[in-house]
């Protein structure tokens, strides 16, 4: 049978296959690559030569009564080393990258052992499709017209709940980028039912990313087009607290959009509802912080929360931090300067009082002026804690390496800080008759079964 009778053969079996882009190992099996060529008619292709088979690609083009196609890329390095292979297959898929990986196809059908191997390899890691051709044999030659097509299956076929399960740990641990990688990689991979669950899953690791570093524009979306189609089955039990968490990200964007106008800012600032999904996502984010030990960052956001709790205490008294006129306030309480010194003098500060700088402005209010402005308000807030409670804490804090200092928060220091955030916490709550627990819940992310 000659070559043209085999090839036709082929091309039955393949079918209406075809595609972008095939790299083909150099060998002196000339036959396979034509066939594959003419088979799957790939738009571009590469070859990987040894100094010996670097005619290989005037064979193929031979086999298929042309001339060797100048689009044609080939590499030639010596393979003995299988990290030759991965180097040169680099500068390929570097060559190619305006293609998605799996539209990439590598025949493991002939060349030298480290070429196959790394091949193989390399496809596995990269994403790469793979093929190669199965032939029967007599008397160890190829029976001409027997040669068929063959795809592996993916590894991930078999092992993909090994990965899965790897996913979820970096999950339910608060490594959602890369849960988010897994799960990607492993809904491109696997049969469809778990595809799509895993590509959920992707999708709202890739939320929580988002949500967790305050790009809450790109977390709205990504939340939305999670939740555009039906859930899968292992998804439908999160159902409504997904739902919640978009809500909390739709008020969320709105409260910081609001804030970032000026004449909306104290309006927004006051209004608790506003604000309690920017509490909510910062203490929440604080609590996973301290389930990873990370000690400095979750002081950071908790420091956030206490000075956002006293922002909107002053703000529903009419006092914006970032320019207060503290002149119409101490005209409602004609004594409130003199109980401002009386609270400096307790904590041995210098008796400044509540005066504008030298452009008859008020200085931006700070996390502890703050505090100290609300005790001389006799606010509900500071009633069930000790200023200098605040004050010990809030200087820890400031000397960690996250602030203004050069070291890391001991757990200890840590702890101590967090106790007085959620005496203030309880406290803010009790004074808006709001249940905490509920608040909690609406911003905790969700955490799968093992």
Not at 334 to 357: C, I, K, T
Not at 368 to 380: C, E, F, H, I, S
Request: charged share 25%; with cysteine; hydrophobic share 40%.
């Amino acid at each position: 049978m000659d070559f043209s009778e085999q090839l036709a053969h082929f091309i039955a079996r393949v079918g209406t296959r075809r595609i972008p882009a095939l790299i083909i190992p150099g060998s002196r099996q000339a036959d396979t690559a034509a066939l594959l060529i003419a088979a799957l008619q790939p738009e571009r292709v590469a070859f990987l030569l040894t100094p010996e088979t670097t005619d290989f690609p005037a064979q193929v083009a031979a086999k298929l009564g042309r001339q060797p196609d100048a689009r044609w890329l080939c590499k030639t390095a010596r393979y003995t080393d299988i990290n030759q292979v991965y180097r040169e297959l680099r500068v390929v898929i570097e060559a190619w990258s305006d293609l998605e990986r799996e539209q990439i196809l590598v025949d493991l059908t002939g060349g030298t052992k480290p070429m196959t191997v790394g091949l193989a390899k390399a496809a596995y890691v990269l994403g790469l499709g793979t093929v190669y051709i199965e032939s029967d044999y007599e008397q160890n030659r190829v029976i001409p017209g027997s040669q068929r097509l063959i795809e592996p299956s993916d590894p991930y076929e078999v092992f993909g709940d090994l990965e899965a399960g790897e996913a979820r740990r970096f999950f339910n641990a608060h490594d959602y980028v890369i849960a988010e990688r897994i799960y990607s990689d492993l809904a491109r991979r696997v049969p469809a039912d778990d595809g799509t669950f895993y590509a959920c899953m992707a999708q709202l690791a890739r939320a929580y990313t988002q949500w967790e570093s305050f790009n809450i524009a790109a977390a709205v979306q990504t939340m939305a087009d999670l939740l555009a189609h039906p859930l899968p089955a292992r998804l439908a039990p999160y159902q409504s607290t997904l739902h919640d968490h978009y809500q909390a990200l739709i008020s969320l964007d709105a409260t910081i959009k609001a804030m970032s106008n000026q004449q909306q800012a104290l309006t927004t600032l006051a209004n608790r509802q506003a604000i309690l999904p920017l509490l909510g996502s910062l203490y929440a984010n604080a609590l996973r912080r301290e389930t990873q030990h990370r000690y400095d960052t979750a002081a950071l956001l908790r420091y956030r929360c206490l000075e956002l709790m006293s922002q909107h205490r002053l703000a529903t008294r009419g006092v914006w931090v970032e320019k207060p006129d503290l002149d119409q306030l101490k005209a409602q309480i004609p004594d409130l300067d003199s109980s401002y010194r009386e609270v400096e003098r307790s904590l041995g500060f210098r008796e400044r009082g509540l005066q504008p700088n030298r452009d008859g402005q008020y200085n931006p209010i700070t996390l502890l002026n703050g505090y100290m402005l609300l005790t001389a308000l006799n606010d509900p807030l500071i009633q069930t804690i000790m200023l200098t409670d605040i004050r010990q804490r809030v200087n820890v804090r400031n000397k960690s390496i996250l602030a203004h200092g050069f070291r890391q928060i001991t757990e200890a220091e840590y702890r101590d800080f967090a106790r007085v955030v959620e005496q203030l916490l309880d406290q803010f709550f009790a004074i808006a008759q709001e249940q905490r627990s509920a608040w909690e819940e609406r911003y905790r992310f969700i955490e799968l079964p093992s």
